[in-house]
T-cell receptor, first 115, second 113 residues
Framework: EAGVTQFPSHSVIEKGQTVTLRCDPI?????LYWYRRVMGKEIKFLLH????????ESGMPNNRFLAERTGGTYSTLKVQPAELEDSGVYFC?????????????FGQGTRLTVV | LAKTTQPVSMDSYEGQEVNITCSHN???????ITWYQQFPSQGPRFIIQ???TKVTNEVASLFIPADRKSSTLSLPRVSLSDTAVYYC??????????????FGQGTTLQVKP
């Protein structure tokens, strides 16, 4: 079974441009999470989807970030316009619902560099 | 979610047993203790989870004392491939749980030949 897949693996864009990151969760996983780690800092939660609904978006840094999960399958995270401080590694994770403390499965991450 | 404290780094040699201790003094009654492993250029990977006493799987053991204010991840006979960052997390598994994970700095384990 395929794991969590993220695309692209790397992205280098100029300040002010737009970038869209994609995450394909494990099939059947209703929970989808976005996290990021900026240079030298800890991995931080961004938001949580249950199917297509945003359950918790308390970690989204500002309104330049927009996450969607149409149809409750894959998710996209758009940064528009990108700023230098958005550089970092963006992780997506998915997990099942209906069980206590389910294991979260992470993708390999997308390394975003804003220059 | 409870804050955790763990050593920033540890060194070991191949074949040794490694024990990484995590402190979580403010752990709540409903919190579980979970450990993740992360290799460079990869996302974190679940290792083991427990609530109390001892849990063992094919990868590691997790020891949790009665007061649950700390836990110890034990890796038997480490190899070079166990070099990674290990994260200790605690969280509520109840109905209010969103599954959100709160990562600390983790422990960077360096296994030497």
């Amino acid at each position: 079974e395929a794991g969590v897949t993220q695309f692209p693996s790397h992205s280098v864009i100029e300040k002010g441009q737009t970038v869209t990151l994609r995450c394909d969760p494990i099939s059947g996983h209703d929970n989808l999470y976005w996290y990021r780690r900026v240079m030298g800092k800890e991995i931080k939660f961004l938001l949580h989807f249950v199917k297509e609904s945003k359950q918790d978006e308390s970690g989204m840094p500002n309104n330049r970030f927009l996450a969607e999960r149409t149809g409750g399958t894959y998710s996209t995270l758009k940064v528009q316009p990108a700023e230098l401080e958005d550089s970092g590694v963006y992780f997506c994770a998915s997990s099942e619902t209906g069980r206590v403390n389910t294991e979260a499965f992470f993708g390999q991450g997308t390394r975003l560099t804003v220059v | 979610l409870a804050k955790t404290t763990q050593p920033v780094s540890m060194d070991s040699y191949e074949g040794q047993e490694v024990n990484i201790t995590c402190s979580h003094n403010n752990i709540a009654t409903n919190d579980y203790i979970t450990w993740y492993q992360q290799f460079p250029s990869q996302g974190p990977r679940f290792i083991i989870q427990g609530y109390k006493t001892k849990v063992t799987n094919e990868v590691a053991s997790l020891f949790i004392p009665a007061d649950r204010k700390s836990s110890t991840l034990s890796l038997p006979r480490v190899s070079l491939s166990d070099t990674a960052v290990y994260y200790c997390l605690v969280g509520d598994g109840g109905s209010g749980n969103t599954g959100k994970l709160i990562f600390g700095q983790g422990t960077t384990l360096q296994v030497k030949p």
